[in-house]
């Protein structure tokens, strides 16, 4: 495909791309840099999204920037892992520390729609307790908001997202039936099911964002596994195809190929727009409220890099906690080989997960929790976990890829705990725009050393009870990262309040998985998009109070 | 009609299944033996029940029955057992019973003719409309099961999907109120009911080829999505029950004014 939207922006001209119809278009309100906008958002992923699509619908005047381009999923996705490459972050960072985070595939990206176009669809709620870690469970931090608030958002995404799950859910409160029915189980999913009985603790279908049955244009899974590079169905109801075209029907305005560098603030401490990078030139959008929705590398980096002498040390970071308390999740992994065929890559890679271990406190010698799900890896991923991981190479590495149809494997999501010393900071180098770019440094605690041997030996349990062969770990892999400018109840020990807004500059907003205090061990886009819902009706109402910058 | 779609129906399911197991056939050829043998019986104009009707009508039903124990051992040997994702994927628990009611009604009809032009038709000793028209009302409310089940795991997201799990019943009530009464009340509702029955079977057909068509490349990957999609035999079940019914009530009434 010669033009697949990475060269020059498509969503312009009052048209943006219709995501259903190859070539089709819809239209698009626009909106001149120099007239003030309600909200501007940095970034389109499950948080920018959301919200834009939320505010919008609420009568808000919005436009969302992206760095990343426009995809037309029908017709730019090939079934092909390396051209699929195009859908990561991979500008310059720098990682260090004892744990380095291996950055790219697992942990970003960088189009309109954010991670969620390559994301692997599980949609899961919290357990309740994680939002009072360090009350009810001793660790960790509080959240400044209620599970039970959270439980009304979370059925708002998920029937937004028309989510496939379980007629009952085996763990937590009750919640109302998934909108659409489970996926049939693949041989990987089934096994997992098989080693849960045999261990005797409970399993279930994954609640997953792709479609059991059709949804007006997007047709239902075709179950051929290309999820991780994207979806070429729409099957997978991902920001760009959901909380998009809605965004857009309400009278948002989305910029693809638009890189924000900088925030601007005036001499009250308020923020008044963004520079922002588009079609080779810089560029200012004015706006009465800027929401930043980056991810959470990227938006602890924008934050500070807007430093004024006002705000020496970065935007909303009177607290000094903007860029730290990141958190990965522990992503280990349990495989090994069974006598008949599983071709575990065939549909979704996860359709069935085990909360076993992040419901159940006792015979933990760790704080935390951790879910396991059955596996899928594409042929090239699963030959580079192998060179990785065993130094095969050459002959050898062929000889272990004819065994590709037998592999059967378990991974978790685990939690990993919050400390200061886990960030993100400047590095004095400079990426493609001139922008100084990201250090991101990571080291596990023995907490988190502890929840991932826990998870191996368990998973080691679980394969040895369906008689896998040839069992071996893979130690050291993460996914998910969150936290950076965590909420809180207080300007001192957070970054914003509990409706996204900062304790330093009431107009400026942060809406993405940054403002996690925690993770639990629960992969975190379901909850980052109902904390985006619970945003917009916040705004909504404080607006009504005149509470909200709106001149 | 009921053997016409228990067949292809079958067939494109066992097909789906690559025929893993020899007893997959099974219903192939006595669906197909039982619509073979029912063309028969239309064509043949002798007033007299026919021994190898009947064989293959009984030979169906036995065939039901056995099915429905296959099905029951595949999707309770299944992890999770009896499980929503088992009865959702796994063999269809009521899908053998349309053969087990294609052979019923065969044998009802045989036992019709065989009775020649006498007016009080009997099946074993019972009046025929009445027997008819309990298999029928059986069968349709089992078929609502069977659309209902699948619908479901559809999660209606159509609202005409609503239409088979309510309309049927409705119709089997109806039949069954016709035997209660003994037919002395009027049958128009019930035979009108029929009637938007059978229409309905045809219509199933247009709304699932229309789910097929919205599988991911439509109707051009059609070798794929007939499969993927709703089955377009299914609907069709429903006429032909509802045409039995209409016989029955026929039946009841000749009975009646006999
Ligand atoms: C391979 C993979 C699989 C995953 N699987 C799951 C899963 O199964 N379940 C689950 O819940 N989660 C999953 N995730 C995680 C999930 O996708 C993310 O947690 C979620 O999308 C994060 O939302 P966000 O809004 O914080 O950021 P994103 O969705 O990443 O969106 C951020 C957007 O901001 C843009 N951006 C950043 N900085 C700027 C800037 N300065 N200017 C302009 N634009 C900018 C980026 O281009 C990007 O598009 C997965 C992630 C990956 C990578
Ligand atoms: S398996 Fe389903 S969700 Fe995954 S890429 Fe294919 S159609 Fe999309």
């Not at chain 1, 040839?470 to 970054?495: F, K, Y």
């Not at chain 2, 269809?92 to 019923?104: D, F, N, Y």
């Amino acid at each position: 495909m010669s033009d697949d939207g990475r060269h020059s922006p498509r969503a312009r001209d009052g048209r943006a791309p219709d995501v259903f119809r190859p070539g089709g278009w819809v239209s698009m309100k626009e909106y001149s840099d120099h007239e003030a906008v309600d909200f501007v958002i940095v970034g389109t992923g499950a948080g920018g999204a959301t919200l834009a699509c939320k505010l919008a619908e609420y009568g808000f005047s919005v436009v969302a920037l992206d760095a990343g381009p426009y995809f037309r999923p029908l017709e730019d996705f090939a079934s092909d892992e390396s051209e699929q490459t195009k859908l990561y972050w991979t500008d310059d960072r720098i990682v260090d520390g004892d744990n380095p985070l291996q950055l790219g595939s697992n942990n970003s990206g960088k189009a309109v729609g954010g991670s969620t176009v390559h994301f692997a669809m599980v949609s899961l709620r919290f357990r309740p307790e994680w939002f009072k870690a360090r009350t009810k469970l001793g660790y960790g931090a509080d959240w400044p908001i209620d599970w039970r608030e959270m439980w009304a958002y979370y059925t708002e995404v998920e029937q937004a997202l028309k989510i496939s799950g379980p007629v009952n859910y085996p763990w937590g409160p009750p919640r109302p039936r998934y909108p659409y029915r489970a996926h049939p189980l693949n041989a990987a999913a089934r096994a997992l099911a098989r080693g849960c009985e045999a261990l005797g603790i409970g399993w279930t279908e994954t609640p997953l964002a792709t479609l059991s049955a059709p949804r007006g244009l997007a047709h239902p899974c075709v179950y051929r596994g290309f999820c991780v590079t994207g979806c070429s169905t729409n099957a997978k109801q991902s920001a760009l195809v959901t909380w998009i075209p809605r965004a857009l029907s309400a009278g948002a305005e989305i910029r693809d190929l638009a890189m924000v560098g900088r925030i601007e603030t005036d001499a009250n401490g308020l923020a008044v727009g963004v520079h922002y990078h588009r079609q080779d030139k810089w560029r200012f959008q004015r706006a009465r409220n800027v929401v930043v929705a980056g991810y959470a590398i990227e938006t602890p980096r924008l934050l500070l890099n807007s430093a004024t002498d006002k705000f020496p040390s970065g935007l909303a970071n009177s607290s000094g906690l903007v860029g730290k308390n990141l958190m990965a999740q522990a992503n280990q992994a349990v495989w090994g080989e069974m006598d008949e065929e599983v071709r575990s890559y065939k549909g979704p890679p996860s359709l069935a997960i085990t909360e076993h271990w992040n419901y159940e406190d006792d015979g933990k010698d760790f704080f935390g929790g951790y879910a396991y799900m059955s596996q899928g890896p594409l042929p090239q991923l699963w030959a580079n976990t192998q060179a990785t991981a065993h130094g095969l190479w050459g002959a050898r590495l062929v000889q272990e890829m004819k065994r590709y149809n037998h592999v059967v494997g378990l991974k978790i999501v685990g939690e990993m705990l919050p400390q200061e010393n886990n960030r993100v900071t400047l590095a004095d180098e400079r990426d493609q725009y001139g922008l100084r770019i990201p250090r991101v440094t990571y080291s596990w605690c023995d907490n988190d050393r502890r929840l991932i041997d826990h998870s191996i030996a368990f998973m080691s349990r679980a394969l040895s009870a369906i008689h896998a062969k040839n069992i071996w770990v893979q130690e050291d892999d993460t996914c998910h990262l969150n936290g950076t400018a965590r909420m809180g109840d207080r300007p001192d020990s957070s970054v914003v309040n509990a409706d996204c807004r900062s304790w330093d500059i009431p107009n400026l907003w942060i809406c993405d998985g940054s403002v996690f205090p925690t993770v639990g061990g629960a992969n975190p886009s379901l909850t980052i998009q109902a904390i985006a819902c619970r945003t917009a009706d916040r705004i909504r109402a404080l607006s009504r109070l005149g509470e909200v910058n709106l001149n | 009609m009921l053997a016409a779609s228990v067949l292809a129906d079958s067939a494109v399911e066992h097909y789906r299944g690559s025929f893993k197991n020899k007893a997959m056939l099974t219903p192939l050829i006595v669906a197909g033996l039982t619509l073979a043998m029912s063309l028969h019986g239309t064509a043949d104009r002798r007033p007299m029940a026919h021994q190898a009707r009947d064989a293959s009508y009984l030979s169906a039903a036995v065939t039901g029955l056995l099915g429905t124990g296959f099905h029951i051992y595949n999707v309770t040997k299944k992890v999770g057992g009896l499980s929503w994702q088992n009865v959702f994927y796994g063999a269809p628990l009521g899908a053998p019973m349309a053969i087990l009611l294609s052979g019923l009604l065969g044998f009802c009809s045989e036992r019709v003719r065989a009775n020649g032009g006498r007016r009080r038709h009997r099946v074993f000793n019972l009046p025929a409309g009445e027997t008819v028209a309990t298999v029928t009302a059986l069968g349709l409310l089992g078929t609502s099961g069977e659309a209902g089940l699948l619908h479901f795991r559809g999660a209606f997201h159509n609202p005409l999907m609503a239409l088979p799990v309510t309309l049927p019943p409705i119709g089997a009530g109806l039949l069954a109120g016709a035997v209660v009464n003994g037919g002395a009340r009027p049958r128009g509702l019930a035979r009108w009911w029929m009637r938007l029955l059978v229409g309905m079977g045809f219509a199933g057909v247009g709304f699932h080829a229309y789910g097929v068509s919205r599988n991911m490349g439509g109707w051009r990957n059609w070798s794929q999505n007939i499969l993927n999609g709703p089955p377009l035999p299914a609907p069709p079940s429903f006429a032909g029950l509802a045409l039995a019914g209409l016989a029955a009530l026929e039946l009841m009434r000749e009975a009646r004014n006999a």
